[in-house]
Protein backbone atom coordinates (compact mmCIF):
# COMPACT_ATOMS: atom_id res chain seq x y z
CA UNK A 1 0.00 0.00 0.00
CA UNK A 2 1.26 3.40 -1.17
CA UNK A 3 1.25 6.05 1.69
CA UNK A 4 3.01 8.21 4.29
CA UNK A 5 4.66 7.29 7.86
CA UNK A 6 5.67 8.77 10.45
CA UNK A 7 6.71 7.77 13.68
CA UNK A 8 6.23 8.27 16.55
CA UNK A 9 2.68 8.85 17.00
CA UNK A 10 3.16 10.51 20.21
CA UNK A 11 6.70 11.83 21.89
CA UNK A 12 7.48 13.37 25.19
CA UNK A 13 10.53 15.65 25.49
CA UNK A 14 11.94 16.99 28.76
CA UNK A 15 13.19 20.91 28.67
CA UNK A 16 16.52 21.40 26.49
CA UNK A 17 16.22 18.14 24.16
CA UNK A 18 16.43 17.53 20.97
CA UNK A 19 13.90 15.16 19.38
CA UNK A 20 13.49 13.95 15.72
CA UNK A 21 10.45 12.76 14.16
CA UNK A 22 10.12 10.56 11.37
CA UNK A 23 8.78 10.55 7.88
CA UNK A 24 8.72 8.52 5.29
CA UNK A 25 6.56 8.23 1.89
CA UNK A 26 7.00 5.23 -0.47
CA UNK A 27 4.30 7.53 -3.25
CA UNK A 28 7.46 7.93 -5.33
CA UNK A 29 6.41 11.89 -4.77
CA UNK A 30 9.55 14.38 -4.96
CA UNK A 31 7.80 17.48 -2.81
CA UNK A 32 7.72 16.27 1.00
CA UNK A 33 6.38 19.40 3.65
CA UNK A 34 6.17 19.94 7.86
CA UNK A 35 3.51 21.37 8.89
CA UNK A 36 2.39 21.97 12.75
CA UNK A 37 -1.13 22.59 14.11
CA UNK A 38 -2.17 23.92 17.11
CA UNK A 39 -5.61 23.96 18.57
CA UNK A 40 -7.72 26.44 16.94
CA UNK A 41 -4.99 27.31 14.32
CA UNK A 42 -4.80 26.98 10.48
CA UNK A 43 -1.66 24.74 9.75
CA UNK A 44 1.61 26.32 9.41
CA UNK A 45 3.96 25.27 7.07
CA UNK A 46 7.34 24.39 8.83
CA UNK A 47 10.11 23.66 6.03
CA UNK A 48 9.44 21.91 2.92
CA UNK A 49 11.47 20.19 0.14
CA UNK A 50 11.13 19.85 -3.85
CA UNK A 51 13.93 17.40 -3.94
CA UNK A 52 16.63 15.53 -2.62
CA UNK A 53 19.56 17.49 -0.75
CA UNK A 54 17.01 20.59 -0.91
CA UNK A 55 14.84 22.28 1.48
CA UNK A 56 13.66 25.45 1.79
CA UNK A 57 12.12 27.52 5.41
CA UNK A 58 8.69 27.74 5.75
CA UNK A 59 6.49 29.85 7.57
CA UNK A 60 7.90 29.21 11.15
CA UNK A 61 11.19 27.48 10.79
CA UNK A 62 12.96 28.98 13.88
CA UNK A 63 14.39 26.00 15.86
CA UNK A 64 13.57 23.32 13.34
CA UNK A 65 16.05 21.54 10.97
CA UNK A 66 15.16 18.72 8.14
CA UNK A 67 17.12 16.85 6.28
CA UNK A 68 16.45 15.30 2.85
CA UNK A 69 19.07 12.67 2.05
CA UNK A 70 16.61 10.26 0.14
CA UNK A 71 13.23 11.05 -1.70
CA UNK A 72 11.71 8.85 0.54
CA UNK A 73 12.64 10.19 3.61
CA UNK A 74 12.08 13.81 5.19
CA UNK A 75 12.67 13.98 9.23
CA UNK A 76 12.17 17.09 10.95
CA UNK A 77 14.24 18.32 14.03
CA UNK A 78 12.44 19.96 16.98
CA UNK A 79 15.70 21.78 18.85
CA UNK A 80 15.70 23.09 22.42
CA UNK A 81 15.31 26.65 20.65
CA UNK A 82 12.11 25.72 19.65
CA UNK A 83 9.87 27.75 22.31
CA UNK A 84 6.88 26.11 21.96
CA UNK A 85 7.31 22.69 20.43
CA UNK A 86 3.79 21.03 22.26
CA UNK A 87 2.14 20.70 18.90
CA UNK A 88 0.74 17.71 16.62
CA UNK A 89 3.18 17.86 13.63
CA UNK A 90 2.30 16.33 9.80
CA UNK A 91 4.42 15.70 7.65
CA UNK A 92 2.67 15.44 3.41
CA UNK A 93 3.87 14.96 0.21
CA UNK A 94 2.91 15.88 -3.07
CA UNK A 95 3.63 14.49 -6.74
CA UNK A 96 5.90 18.53 -7.40
CA UNK A 97 5.97 21.57 -5.87
CA UNK A 98 4.70 23.80 -8.29
CA UNK A 99 1.60 24.04 -10.71
CA UNK A 100 -1.60 23.84 -10.58
CA UNK A 101 -2.76 19.85 -9.37
CA UNK A 102 -0.27 18.67 -6.77
CA UNK A 103 -2.41 17.54 -4.21
CA UNK A 104 -0.48 17.07 -0.87
CA UNK A 105 -1.39 14.21 0.91
CA UNK A 106 -0.86 14.09 5.17
CA UNK A 107 0.81 11.29 7.29
CA UNK A 108 -0.85 10.73 10.51
CA UNK A 109 1.13 12.69 11.95
CA UNK A 110 3.32 12.60 15.77
CA UNK A 111 1.68 14.63 18.91
CA UNK A 112 4.47 16.06 20.49
CA UNK A 113 4.15 17.04 24.01
CA UNK A 114 7.14 19.13 26.67
CA UNK A 115 7.40 18.02 29.94
CA UNK B 1 0.24 37.60 3.91
CA UNK B 2 -2.35 35.35 2.20
CA UNK B 3 -5.56 34.62 3.80
CA UNK B 4 -7.77 31.96 4.07
CA UNK B 5 -11.35 32.42 5.80
CA UNK B 6 -13.94 29.79 6.95
CA UNK B 7 -16.22 30.35 9.68
CA UNK B 8 -15.16 28.49 12.89
CA UNK B 9 -18.84 26.73 13.66
CA UNK B 10 -19.78 24.63 15.18
CA UNK B 11 -22.16 24.11 12.29
CA UNK B 12 -24.82 21.44 13.25
CA UNK B 13 -27.27 20.08 10.59
CA UNK B 14 -29.69 17.29 11.15
CA UNK B 15 -29.02 13.52 9.36
CA UNK B 16 -30.08 13.38 5.62
CA UNK B 17 -30.07 17.46 5.13
CA UNK B 18 -27.21 19.63 3.19
CA UNK B 19 -24.50 21.03 5.21
CA UNK B 20 -22.74 23.92 3.39
CA UNK B 21 -19.21 24.71 4.28
CA UNK B 22 -18.27 28.13 3.28
CA UNK B 23 -14.07 29.74 2.16
CA UNK B 24 -13.15 32.73 1.31
CA UNK B 25 -9.66 33.80 0.25
CA UNK B 26 -7.62 37.01 -0.72
CA UNK B 27 -4.56 35.87 -2.87
CA UNK B 28 -6.37 36.59 -6.33
CA UNK B 29 -4.25 34.45 -8.35
CA UNK B 30 -4.65 31.27 -6.58
CA UNK B 31 -6.03 28.75 -9.13
CA UNK B 32 -6.16 25.45 -6.96
CA UNK B 33 -8.39 24.70 -4.66
CA UNK B 34 -8.54 22.05 -1.53
CA UNK B 35 -10.68 20.73 0.69
CA UNK B 36 -10.03 18.10 3.51
CA UNK B 37 -11.58 16.35 5.94
CA UNK B 38 -10.15 16.17 9.97
CA UNK B 39 -11.57 13.59 12.08
CA UNK B 40 -10.99 14.67 16.15
CA UNK B 41 -7.28 13.30 16.54
CA UNK B 42 -6.57 12.40 13.08
CA UNK B 43 -4.63 13.70 10.34
CA UNK B 44 -6.20 15.90 6.86
CA UNK B 45 -7.51 13.76 4.62
CA UNK B 46 -7.97 15.36 1.05
CA UNK B 47 -11.46 14.69 -0.30
CA UNK B 48 -12.06 17.17 -2.84
CA UNK B 49 -9.95 19.33 -5.45
CA UNK B 50 -10.97 22.36 -7.48
CA UNK B 51 -9.20 24.47 -10.00
CA UNK B 52 -11.97 25.81 -12.59
CA UNK B 53 -14.64 27.93 -11.67
CA UNK B 54 -18.25 26.13 -11.15
CA UNK B 55 -19.08 22.76 -9.33
CA UNK B 56 -17.46 19.42 -8.95
CA UNK B 57 -19.34 17.11 -7.46
CA UNK B 58 -18.03 13.37 -6.37
CA UNK B 59 -20.42 11.18 -5.26
CA UNK B 60 -22.25 13.42 -1.96
CA UNK B 61 -19.97 15.84 -2.24
CA UNK B 62 -19.74 19.20 -4.45
CA UNK B 63 -17.32 22.14 -4.80
CA UNK B 64 -18.50 25.12 -5.89
CA UNK B 65 -15.64 27.90 -7.22
CA UNK B 66 -15.92 31.32 -8.19
CA UNK B 67 -12.69 33.11 -8.73
CA UNK B 68 -14.26 36.83 -9.30
CA UNK B 69 -15.80 36.51 -5.81
CA UNK B 70 -12.72 34.54 -4.19
CA UNK B 71 -14.68 31.81 -2.96
CA UNK B 72 -15.13 28.27 -2.86
CA UNK B 73 -17.68 25.91 -1.16
CA UNK B 74 -17.65 22.57 -0.15
CA UNK B 75 -21.67 21.10 -0.11
CA UNK B 76 -22.18 17.40 1.55
CA UNK B 77 -25.66 16.09 0.21
CA UNK B 78 -27.64 13.38 2.96
CA UNK B 79 -25.52 14.26 5.79
CA UNK B 80 -24.22 11.41 8.19
CA UNK B 81 -22.88 11.42 11.37
CA UNK B 82 -19.81 9.85 10.09
CA UNK B 83 -19.52 13.57 8.17
CA UNK B 84 -18.79 14.86 11.64
CA UNK B 85 -15.28 16.35 11.58
CA UNK B 86 -13.42 19.58 10.56
CA UNK B 87 -13.44 20.85 7.13
CA UNK B 88 -10.34 22.60 6.28
CA UNK B 89 -9.67 24.19 3.25
CA UNK B 90 -6.38 24.79 1.34
CA UNK B 91 -5.64 27.30 -0.96
CA UNK B 92 -2.36 26.91 -3.52
CA UNK B 93 -0.63 30.29 -3.59
CA UNK B 94 0.12 32.16 -6.61
CA UNK B 95 3.61 33.80 -8.07
CA UNK B 96 6.15 33.23 -5.45
CA UNK B 97 4.10 31.32 -3.37
CA UNK B 98 3.30 28.66 -5.62
CA UNK B 99 4.99 26.11 -3.85
CA UNK B 100 2.59 26.59 -0.61
CA UNK B 101 -0.49 25.95 0.64
CA UNK B 102 -2.38 28.31 3.17
CA UNK B 103 -4.82 26.81 5.30
CA UNK B 104 -7.78 28.21 7.22
CA UNK B 105 -8.43 27.16 10.60
CA UNK B 106 -11.34 24.85 9.44
CA UNK B 107 -15.00 24.48 10.62
CA UNK B 108 -16.62 22.00 13.00
CA UNK B 109 -19.39 20.15 11.40
CA UNK B 110 -21.92 17.84 13.74
CA UNK B 111 -24.25 15.64 11.75
CA UNK B 112 -27.26 14.81 14.63
CA UNK B 113 -28.98 11.44 14.20
Known amino acids: DGGITQSPKYLFRKEGQNVTLSCEQN?????MYWYRQDPGQGLRLIYY???????QKGDIAEGYSVSREKKESFPLTVTSAQKNPTAFYLC??????????????FGPGTRLTVL | QKEVEQNSGPLSVPEGAIASLNCTYS??????FFWYRQYSGKSPELIMS????GDKEDGRFTAQLNKASQYVSLLIRDSQPSDSATYLC?????????????FGKGTLLTVNP
Open chain 1, 49 to 55: SQIVNDF
Open chain 2, 27 to 32: DRGSQS
Open chain 1, 27 to 31: LNHDA
Open chain 2, 90 to 102: AVKGSGGSNYKLT
Open chain 1, 92 to 105: ASSRGLAGSHNEQF
Open chain 2, 50 to 53: IYSN
